[in-house]
T-cell receptor, first 110, second 113 residues
Framework: DGGITQSPKYLFRKEGQNVTLSCEQN?????MYWYRQDPGQGLRLIYY???????QKGDIAEGYSVSREKKESFPLTVTSAQKNPTAFYLC?????????FGPGTRLTVL | DQQVKQNSPSLSVQEGRISILNCDYT??????FLWYKKYPAEGPTFLIS?????DKNEDGRFTVFLNKSAKHLSLHIVPSQPGDSAVYFC????????????FGQGTILTVHP
């Protein structure tokens, strides 16, 4: 089955800890994206990558880091510098303008 | 600066009637627009898109209209079904190549049986 997987679906962490969210795609897409969704708000872009070993900051990159060592994988690290990390995180990939989304990871920082 | 706006947080319609979801944008550089549907705790799924060279695109029960002069687009769902109840996001892009999408805040559609 072709698609995007994100793991885990739910994640709990203590304040001050870094946490890494996984995103894998087998669609052979060059571009991958990370978004954050908060209640009552749209999706806000954190980071995106158009090609392996290259990525750019989105609109709300502060407190986050990414890597793109493989075409299939685009992990997101939420660092302790992120002031409000509790949110629903969505990963996406695309070949053109239409982006395909994973199921999301709900991160709760206690 | 909210470049893509969905001013109605929610919409409630009766099954079988038309649902009209609206979206406004401010950036005249946007030339490709998409609608996504999202259920709670799931990722958005693509519904329909439209390029700025068109003013209408239809796919089954879903039709998107684009009014470039007003910088306004709308999604019509006819007839509405209870399974259409979800959050609908409009998004905009420059061109059809991959790149950043700018999303609106979303509209919660509830279709009553």
């Amino acid at each position: 089955d072709g698609g995007i997987t994100q793991s885990p679906k739910y994640l709990f962490r203590k304040e001050g800890q870094n946490v890494t969210l996984s995103c894998e795609q087998n669609l052979n897409h060059d571009a991958m994206y990370w978004y954050r969704q908060d209640p009552g708000q749209g999706l806000r872009l954190i980071y995106y990558s158009q090609i392996v070993n290259d990525f750019q900051k989105g609109d709300i990159a502060e407190g986050y880091s990414v890597s793109r060592e493989k075409k299939e994988s685009f992990p997101l690290t939420v660092t302790s510098a992120q002031k409000n990390p509790t949110a629903f995180y969505l990963c996406a990939s695309s070949l053109n303008a239409e982006q395909f989304f994973g199921p999301g990871t709900r991160l709760t920082v206690l | 600066d909210q470049q893509v706006k969905q001013n109605s947080p929610s919409l409630s319609v009766q099954e079988g009637r038309i649902s009209i979801l609206n979206c406004d944008y401010t950036n005249s550089m946007f030339d490709y627009f998409l609608w996504y549907k999202k259920y709670p705790a799931e990722g958005p799924t693509f519904l329909i898109s439209i390029s700025s060279i068109k003013d209408k695109n239809e796919d089954g029960r879903f039709t998107v209209f684009l009014n470039k002069s007003a910088k306004h687009l709308s999604l019509h769902i006819v007839p509405s079904q209870p399974g259409d109840s979800a959050v609908y996001f409009c998004a905009a892009n420059y061109g059809t190549s991959y790149g950043k999408l700018t999303f609106g805040q979303g509209t919660i559609l509830t279709v009553h049986p």
